[in-house]
């Protein structure tokens, strides 16, 4: 059994090989629209399966597809991947001292169904300082990143005052919830490795 991880992302696929999965990558450019009158949880589940259906007819028999995609909501905004540093450095602004929260939408599927959930997270800011947002988009340019930061980055480690739920998420992949769900569904969690 192999995992095609429907994304560029090193941090999604070191968490699936965390748990010991047979992991490929097979990157999908899927332009990163939200459509009106959907709530963020069914636009974060949206992007993932049109992430999904883009890999779906490349599938072999022995593999499945997973997909994911994370969206940071503050004051009932979405804030996405900024589109450039300007745009980075707005939602690091916005969201400096505030509470936001985290939806990332997880598709899984083969070639005869599909299945999509969402994890969300609460995450409040430490007020950041100008100096803090102005190295971090200098040293780690977030433009892959939903809400312009990544948990793991400079800007979570000293930024990040607290979380409600699953800090997985935060990174970009509900591992805990992704287990609970993939082994309802599959029966087992672990796959013997391809030798």
């Known amino acids: 059994m192999k995992v095609i991880l429907v994304s560029a992302s090193p941090r999604r696929r070191a968490l699936l090989e965390l748990l010991g999965w ?3 990558l097979r990157p999908a450019a899927v332009e990163e629209t939200f459509v009106e009158g959907l709530s963020p949880p069914q636009q974060a589940m949206l992007l993932a399966l049109r992430k999904l259906s883009t890999v779906i007819p490349t599938l072999r028999e022995e ?17 996405g991947k900024p589109r450039n540093l300007t745009e980075a450095r707005s939602f690091l602004r916005r969201l400096s001292g505030e509470w936001h929260t985290v939806y990332t939408g997880v598709a899984i599927g083969d070639s005869r169904r599909a299945w999509s959930f969402y994890e969300e997270t609460a995450v409040r800011f430490h007020p950041l300082p100008e ?25 979570g480690l000293i930024g990040i005052a607290e979380i409600r739920g699953d800090f ?18 599959f029966g087992s969690l672990f796959f013997p490795r391809d030798k």
């Not at 997985?168 to 569904?185: D, E, H, S, T």
């Open 22 to 24: 047979n992991v490929e």
């Open 63 to 79: 593999e499945i597809a997973l997909a994911a995609d994370t969206i940071v909501v503050q004051a009932g905004q979405i804030f």
């Open 131 to 155: 100096e803090v947002i102005e190295v971090y988009l200098e040293k780690s340019p977030p433009l892959d990143k939903a809400g312009a930061y990544g948990a793991q980055d400079l800007i």
């Open 168 to 185: 997985y998420n935060v990174m970009g992949l509900p591992v805990q919830k992704l287990a609970r769900f993939w082994y309802q569904i």
